[in-house]
């Protein structure tokens, strides 16, 4: 999936630290959409598998029905099973080409980097 430079204008990550609740963060998001955010990135680090599939589908929904891309963070399963436009991975994650591997051609995947030789490789 090519992704055009306009549509990373401005890139927002979920943060249920300053949200209460899934409501809380699908409120930052609507948020963050009518503020001109672009792209979205649904970042749970907390919640059970069941709870991050509710509110990655929600997130995904509230995204797509505005016309933004949503990826999520880490988490493969929930990325492919909520619909979402890709998934963001670190560096301890699995390595790059197995992340291509499992979610196919199209889905987008981000790689965190921490310096520029990361960023090269």
Known sequence: MKLRPEELRLYAITD????????GVLDQVEAAIKGGATFVQV???????REFLTEARWVVELCHKHGVRCVINDNIDIALLSGADGVHVGQSYLPLPVVRALVGPDMIIFLSTHSSDQARA
């Open 43 to 49: 970042r749970e680090k907390h919640l059970d598998a």
């Open 16 to 23: 249920r630290t300053w949200a209460k609740g899934m409501d």
